[in-house]
């Protein structure tokens, strides 16, 4: 596996490879990988002849200037991982040089997909998502790139970015992997105590009495019943739980054939942000 620092590094390795004429598969991180990142690296490999992964702390994407400064970059551990998942190369180049220039992102209005839940809470984040896998999709040129449903909206986003600016891409979706407790995996778990873990699993649990609700055919009793528990849990500092169709990020009421009905939720467990999701239908 080797390390491509820069755009022309980049360039030369895929004509070195033959990159353009293979099925190529590309999984965009923002690096701190662990195994959830691992599983997506090895189901673009399943599903490609070469693989590319992308290590950036995308600035763009972040409104809270703490939370960039002190995202993990651990390349050298990360580099590990993605051999071990069976990349062929991973990219890491500055912010800068994929930009060129100073990072900026444009302003993208998608109605709820880029403005409800996460986006309302984040103001700006998917204008930040949206610019840097814009400049990677133009950069890595792969025939399909591998996203986790562990980030559901931003999933829908990049659906949409893919089918309006690059539609010969295939967008493959991976399923959320968790943690042997049921918690979710995220580079953010590494911030809770051993409690804190056991507190957040809270969450988890909130999903499956929701999805075990939409199976007893009572989906709003469900909701209303798990959002209490989460606000009377004195661990847990809940923003948002609610069913709502993965397409738009519209609440789903339970109608139409297309809809992707997910139960969602966001909370803080010991002052660290996290997010689960499940489709409603086990």
Same mark, same amino acid.
């Given at each position: 596996?080797?390390?491509?620092?820069?755009?022309?590094?980049?360039?030369?390795?895929?004509?070195?490879?033959?990159?353009?004429?293979?099925?190529?598969?590309?999984?965009?991180?923002?690096?701190?990988?662990?195994?959830?990142?691992?599983?997506?690296?090895?189901?673009?490999?399943?599903?490609?002849?070469?693989?590319?992964?992308?290590?950036?702390?995308?600035?763009?994407?972040?409104?809270?200037?703490?939370?960039?400064?002190?995202?993990?970059?651990?390349?050298?551990?990360?580099?590990?991982?993605?051999?071990?998942?069976?990349?062929?190369?991973?990219?890491?180049?500055?912010?800068?040089?994929?930009?060129?220039?100073?990072?900026?992102?444009?302003?993208?209005?998608?109605?709820?997909?880029?403005?409800?839940?996460?986006?309302?809470?984040?103001?700006?984040?998917?204008? +930040?998502?949206?610019?840097?896998?814009?400049?990677?999709?133009?950069?890595?040129?792969?025939?399909?790139?591998?996203?986790?449903?562990?980030?559901?909206?931003? #999933? +829908?986003?990049?659906?949409?970015?893919?089918?309006?600016?690059?539609?010969?891409?295939?967008?493959?979706?991976?399923?959320? #992997?968790?943690?042997?407790?049921?918690?979710?995996?995220?580079?953010?778990?590494?911030?809770?105590?051993?409690? +804190?873990?056991?507190?957040?699993?809270?969450?988890?649990?909130?999903?499956?009495?929701?999805?075990?609700?939409?199976?007893?055919?009572?989906?709003?009793?469900? #909701?209303?019943?798990?959002?209490?528990?989460?606000?009377?849990?004195?661990? #847990?500092?809940?923003?948002?739980?609610?069913?709502?169709?993965?397409?738009?990020?519209?609440?789903?009421?339970?109608?139409?054939?297309?809809?992707?009905?997910?139960?969602?939720?966001?909370?803080?467990?010991?002052?660290?942000?996290?997010?689960?999701?499940?489709?409603?239908?086990?």
């Amino acid at each position: 596996m080797v390390l491509l620092q820069s755009l022309d590094a980049l360039t030369q390795w895929q004509a070195s490879m033959g990159w353009h004429e293979k099925v190529t598969g590309f999984v965009p991180t923002m690096g701190a990988l662990h195994e959830g990142h691992a599983s997506l690296i090895r189901l673009a490999k399943s599903q490609s002849e070469l693989v590319v992964v992308s290590i950036l702390v995308n600035p763009t994407q972040f409104n809270d200037a703490q939370d960039f400064e002190t995202y993990p970059r651990t390349l050298e551990g990360d580099m590990d991982k993605a051999q071990a998942a069976g990349a062929d190369a991973v990219f890491a180049p500055s912010a800068e040089a994929l930009y060129g220039g100073k990072p900026q992102a444009t302003a993208v209005h998608w109605g709820p997909l880029t403005h409800a839940y996460e986006g309302a809470r984040r103001p700006g984040h998917f204008d +930040g998502v949206v610019a840097v896998v814009d400049l990677l999709f133009q950069a890595v040129h792969p025939t399909l790139a591998v996203f986790g449903e562990k980030d559901l909206q931003q #999933v +829908g986003v990049i659906e949409k970015l893919a089918k309006d600016r690059h539609p010969g891409l295939k967008v493959v979706v991976a399923p959320l #992997v968790r943690e042997p407790s049921g918690l979710a995996m995220s580079s953010r778990n590494a911030r809770l105590s051993t409690q +804190g873990g056991s507190s957040a699993l809270a969450l988890h649990q909130a999903l499956l009495a929701v999805q075990r609700g939409a199976m007893d055919g009572d989906v709003d009793r469900a #909701v209303r019943a798990q959002r209490e528990a989460l606000r009377a849990n004195p661990a #847990v500092t809940l923003e948002y739980l609610d069913v709502l169709d993965a397409l738009t990020f519209v609440p789903w009421s339970g109608g139409g054939q297309e809809a992707r009905p997910y139960v969602v939720v966001a909370a803080e467990v010991e002052g660290v942000r996290l997010i689960d999701n499940m489709p409603l239908k086990a």
